[in-house]
Antibody, heavy 121, light 109 residues
Framework: EVQLVESGGGLVKPGGSLRLSCAAS????????MNWVRQAPGKGLEWVSS????????YYADSVKGRFTISRDNAKNSLYLQMNSLRAEDTAVYYC??????????????WGQGTLVTVSS | QTVVTQEPSLTVSPGGTVTLTCASS?????????PNWFQQKPGQAPRALIY???NKHSWTPARFSGSLLGGKAALTLSGVQPEDEAEYYC?????????FGGGTKLTVL
């Protein structure tokens, strides 16, 4: 079964740091690009960052550029998001999602269950 | 900053048909933006429904279909079921970046 499990969320003070992890199983992790997507309480989805299978291509949303760093360890089947200089507006459930490239085009599937990050003093 | 716009809310009767749309602030949405559609129910992670404008995943019910309509991406639900009540998000690819729409809350009433 293809599965993604996020961890590392929690309560952190403004200006603090947190590192999220996403453990992948059931597929060849090293063959897929991966994404982080977040959802603030009661709000919509926001794409955060993407990383290619070999880490050659990395992209960030403007809202996190310079503060967040995406990385992966293919030997450990794991995706990471290092979040620094956290702000109240970073409070959200953070999901990891696999980038699937079919013949017709890309999609996000599957998604993990998410991990909650709360930034508050 | 690129903005992707969806209808905030729509209401449809059971058995009816409804179309949700997805517009880009950069201009007409084309197949090159690889429009995706996701369904999210309360307390659950999003689930992929449609990719690359009109392609269905193996689990996508036949009543869901995707298209391009008047410069926008569109998701049409035909023969709506009560279990289709959910939030629906579109996703567009802008090169390496991806942008989600604000979501459409679909009420089945």
């Amino acid at each position: 079964e293809v599965q993604l499990v996020e961890s590392g969320g929690g309560l952190v003070k403004p200006g603090g740091s947190l590192r999220l992890s996403c453990a992948a199983s059931g597929f060849t992790f090293s063959s897929y690009s991966m994404n982080w997507v977040r959802q603030a309480p009661g709000k919509g989805l926001e794409w955060v960052s993407s990383i290619s299978s070999s880490s050659s291509y990395i992209y960030y949303a403007d809202s996190v550029k310079g503060r967040f760093t995406i990385s992966r360890d293919n030997a450990k089947n794991s995706l990471y998001l290092q979040m620094n200089s956290l702000r109240a507006e970073d409070t959200a459930v953070y999901y990891c999602a696999r980038d699937v490239i079919a013949a017709a085009g890309p999609s996000f599937d599957p998604w993990g269950q998410g991990t909650l990050v709360t930034v508050s003093s | 900053q690129t903005v992707v716009t969806q209808e905030p809310s729509l209401t449809v009767s059971p058995g009816g048909t409804v179309t949700l749309t997805c517009a880009s602030s950069t201009g007409a949405v084309t197949s090159g933006y690889y429009p995706n559609w996701f369904q999210q129910k309360p307390g659950q992670a999003p689930r992929a429904l449609i990719y690359s404008t009109s392609n269905k995943h193996s689990w996508t019910p036949a009543r869901f279909s995707g298209s391009l309509l008047g410069g926008k991406a569109a998701l049409t639900l035909s023969g709506v079921q009560p279990e289709d009540e959910a939030e629906y998000y579109c996703l567009l690819y802008y090169g390496g970046a991806r942008v989600f729409g604000g979501g459409t809350k679909l009420t089945v009433l």
